[in-house]
């Protein structure tokens, strides 16, 4: 992982042991990562960024990180992780075909709070 990748998931630790989610463009802020157009170059580098820490904690058997970076939803108002996310989750074989979004993110987002509440981040 990149030095940045390195500090997204450190801050993905830290807003995952205190159970709470974050979005995404205050995310870019915590980590000094500027966003200089909006679904631009610069937000789909930041949105790869993420999978790839996401799949860093699959491969060392820990929950998905990224799926606490969450966007409004414009139906409905809540807070949920981004298309790509799942998109991810399922590549990963993470999600099963049957599972819904909501369900899986919901799922993934508890074993991660439970994950990390009992754990310390061994990889620092």
């Known amino acids: 992982m990149t030095d940045l990748e390195c500090k997204i998931r450190k801050e993905l630790i830290k807003i995952a042991k205190d159970r709470q989610v974050i979005k995404y463009g205050e995310l870019a802020d915590r980590v000094n990562y500027l966003y200089k157009c909006h679904f631009g170059a610069d937000e789909k580098e930041f949105h790869d960024m993420l999978g790839r820490?996401?799949?860093y904690e699959f491969q060392n058997g820990r929950p998905l990180l990224s799926v606490i970076v969450v966007t409004?939803?414009?139906k409905t108002g809540n807070l949920l992780a981004g298309h790509g996310f799942f998109t991810?989750?399922?590549e990963l074989g993470k999600q099963q075909g049957t599972v819904d979004d909501d369900t899986f993110a919901m799922n993934e987002?508890?074993?991660l709070f439970d994950y990390?509440?009992?754990?310390?981040?061994a990889d620092r």
Do not use: F, G, I
């Open 109 to 111: 987002m508890n074993e």
């Open 72 to 74: 409004t939803s414009p």
């Open 116 to 121: 990390w509440e009992n754990h310390d981040d």
């Open 53 to 55: 820490v996401s799949a």
């Open 88 to 90: 991810l989750a399922k």
